[in-house]
Nanobody, 124 residues
Framework: QLQLVESGGGLVQPGGSLTLSCAAS????????IGWFRQAPGKEREGVSC????????YYADSVKGRFTISRDTAKNTVYLQMNSLKPEGTAVYYC?????????????????WGQGTQVIVSS
């Protein structure tokens, strides 16, 4: 059974930084994509970034490009999302998810399992 657990959320001031972690367990196979998504209050969930387990290739939404960095620790089956220069509109619940087809896309229907989410609040 696949399980994803996010951690690292919290309160941060605008312009600050935060690193989220996503620990994966269960039978993911050798090739998969881990994606980060977020859902702000009153808005639809949107894709943020994703990384392929096979080659470490990454993809970023335009809204976070240059500010967020996704990385992986294959030994720990953990993916990180380093978020810099955070903006108030970054306030959201952040979810990680696994795509067993390793699509390297931020299309929700491609993802097979989801974590419970971690809250990030960007406010002074």
């Amino acid at each position: 059974q696949l399980q994803l657990v996010e951690s690292g959320g919290g309160l941060v001031q605008p312009g600050g930084s935060l690193t989220l972690s996503c620990a994966a367990s269960g039978d993911t196979g050798d090739y998969y994509t881990i994606g980060w998504f977020r859902q702000a209050p009153g808005k639809e969930r949107e894709g943020v970034s994703c990384i392929s387990s096979m080659d470490g290739n990454t993809y970023y939404a335009d809204s976070v490009k240059g500010r967020f960095t996704i990385s992986r620790d294959t030994a720990k089956n953990t993916v990180y999302l380093q978020m810099n220069s955070l903006k108030p509109e970054g306030t959201a619940v952040y979810y990680c998810a696994v795509d067993l087809g390793d699509s390297l896309e931020l299309v929700e229907i491609e993802y097979d399992a989801w974590g419970q989410g971690t809250q990030v609040i960007v406010s002074s």
